[in-house]
């Protein structure tokens, strides 16, 4: 059961945000809205803030997604490299609509470590 504690909300973007929820060994990041160029700076920074905690594990919940580009991805895929520098497991709650269509095109629902929404986690983003 996935029970987090410390929670914060942050806007990457105009149409982008994301709910950062964690614990000791654990860091949830739900990203709402578009996923694209605009997300990067900010989504960057906050990825190397909760690096910083040294967490076991990082899930990204991408469910509250309605949209994801090219740039999208490739912050995804950033975030999986870093997992294996720094020793964290990353794991992806899968989208649907327009995100998991193009992690299927991509072939990246093949190549990351994509679940459905894990036991304990709510159906509906936090607000």
Known sequence: MLSLQ???RVQLATF???SIEHDADTALIRLEGEFDLSCEDRFHAEVARITAWRPDTVVLDL???TFIDS???RMVLELDG???QRGFELTLVQADGQVQRVLSITGLDRLLSLDRPLHG???EPAR
């Open 63 to 65: 469910r509250g997604l």
């Open 71 to 73: 740039r999208g991805l």
């Open 16 to 18: 982008c945000s994301a």
């Open 121 to 123: 986690l709510k159906e």
């Open 6 to 8: 410390e929670s914060e």
């Open 82 to 84: 870093a997992s294996r």
